[in-house]
């Protein structure tokens, strides 16, 4: 599905340059789901950026199916992409009713004309989808999003981001700002979504659990070089105590 | 009283007018959070095109849709300029509009029968005869002094604003302005919706300016004539009649943006009318408008405060 070849990446500060990737490949398999994890500033993001295409690379291709995307602009890449941002803010226009942000993205892939933009018949179908993730959102349907808070507009951004059939589900931490039981039941409808749809996944995440116990292939990250990568029995077989050993004796061989 | 009538006449007329270029304003300023300076040109160049095609005889009304496409050009320019070239917003206004000054005054020569050296005639005079929107009908059916008041002329200045009012109501609730408001909340999300931002905001400064030209239109057909400096305040006036309406009306319940604007630019010239009644000379206008465009800045700064809003 993805291909990276020989990708290099850096970032010029007023000062320094930071080279993050050096002639980094990597390969995601048609219907895996990936977690990745690693340390703050490993290049989670910053890869995540490059699929999608909101950063370009120095040198290198970025392939989809076999094709050569690497020049082809964020926008168009989005057709086939739900994303859902670190950020919470990313992911909604905060002036906008939820069912607004709703009938936008319902209509994704298609013409934005002048038609009218809010199909009242759709509604009960857009209360069904948000019911889905437990927060109550069903019933402040008409509310602007930006006075929701932080954990509430990820949720939605997760369901906006998988209104429309998708090849690629990217999450970046998406359970991050989310309380403790919202994060469990967010991770459940997430892993609800990807194998009920069976969409090609990455999903990068903090939550060393999560990565074990959801998704069938684990990436760790470390300055923009891949430093494990497991998958199917190999990845089951892992432990916490094997990742958090190895995120360890990382941190410390850097000295930090 | 007689004169208060004429005055409260006055203000209408001229609130009605500039209020479709505040609600142009509302969509490249309110909601794309632009400060287009490009209307300081594009009004000078609607009332240009407006002049020149009703004294060739051509029917007002058409004149007018003219007026609004070389306005939707024009601020196309500009959105190109921004989105395209990455030109700052405020550099992209003074290009556009310091080209237009040039543009305006060629084509105003031009169309006078003048050459493209810039020999000719440089305003155009809508004489007696030439047939304007008021002399057609059916405004020409309304009688021209109604205790004080020009109906003929309010007439088409209220149709003309409650036009542009309806359409933009509409138009914002369609998949196409839904978009735009995307754009200016939130651009990234127009990415995710596998759309190109950048024609949105080209989109709606194109819009602002065809609202402004419209305004320049509707000034020439208000004084009878083009002149060169027709352009000149544009942007104080469009900018504090839009933010005079969000602020004075904000807390309205079910009040429309677009009605809002109306109001704020009926109570814009209402102060400025309620000076020339008090005695001060008309060549203090500006001041009065300065001071009235920073009382507006204050008092929507502290409303926004209130509510709890970081953006401004
Ligand atoms: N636009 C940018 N300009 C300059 N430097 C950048 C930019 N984006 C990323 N970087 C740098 O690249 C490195 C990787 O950043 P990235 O955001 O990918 O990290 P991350 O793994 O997502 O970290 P976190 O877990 O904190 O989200 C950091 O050192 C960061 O400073
Ligand atoms: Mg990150």
Redesign the pocket.
Known sequence: MIDFENVYKS?R?SVDE?K?FEDFSFHVETGSFVSII?S????????LNLVCGSVMPDSGKILFDGKDYTAVPEYKRSKTIGRVH?DPKNGTCPELTIVENMALADNKGKRYGFTPAVNKKRIDYYKHLVSECGMGLENRMNVKVGSLSGGQRQALALVIANMTDNKLLVLD?HTAALDPKTSENIMAFTDRIVKGKGITTLM?T?NLRYALEYGDRIVM?HEGKIVLDKAGEEKKALEIDDVLGLFNSISIECGN | MQPILNSLDVVLQDGFMYSILAMGYYISYSILDFPDLTVEGTVLSGGVVFGLLVKAGVNPYIAVLAAFAAGFLFGGVTGILNVKLKIRPLLCGILVSTALISVNLVCTIVGNGGDFKGDGLSTIDLGRSVPTLTRIFPASELPSDFYGFNMKKLAVFFAMALIFKIITDVFLKTKCGLLLRAAGDNPNYVTMLAKNQGTSKILGLAIGNAYAAVSGALIVQSRGNVNQGIGIGMVVIGLASLIIGLSVFGKVKFMKPTTMVIGGSIIYQASLGIAALLGVPTVYNKIIMAALFTAALIVSGKLKKKRGVERD
């Open positions: 970032f500060g930071t993050l690693g703050n500033g490993s290049g989670k993001t910053t890869l670190q931490e990068v903090h990250m």
